[in-house]
């Protein structure tokens, strides 16, 4: 749904209703606040009227050579990609060398 103002929105859930009433149902459940989801309820001061998750659109276009491949393809190359991320990051931090403070290695030998 795109309703910009209450409006549009009631037009929609009524035409949605006809559709399917357990989805509607389940839209308008008080557990799901409907200023957490209906755009006309969002803050008029946002900078974006997109309401998009960047990681969700990084990650899409990360795994885009991917999709052609099986689910269990595809998850395998993820998996692996994240994999090559950490160890790239464990590297690094393995050779960094930094003076802690006395609590902190304390705090960090009492958690290894």
């Not at 749904?1 to 009524?14: G, Q, R, T, Y």
């Not at 960047?54 to 990609?81: H, P, Q, Y």
């Amino acid at each position: 749904m795109s309703a910009h103002n209450e409006v549009l929105f009631n037009k929609a859930i009524k035409k949605l209703m006809k559709v399917n009433f357990e989805v509607t149902d389940w839209l308008l459940f008080d557990d799901r606040p409907k200023h957490t989801w209906v755009r006309h309820t969002f803050d008029p001061l946002s900078k974006s009227i997109h309401v998009t998750n960047n990681v969700c659109e990084i990650f899409n276009s990360w795994v885009g050579a991917d999709k052609s491949k099986t689910m269990l393809a595809m998850l395998e190359s993820v998996i692996k990609r994240v994999m090559v991320i950490f160890q790239k990051m464990y590297a690094k931090v393995v050779v960094t060398h930094f003076k802690m403070t006395s609590r902190t290695r304390i705090i960090l030998d009492k958690t290894t």
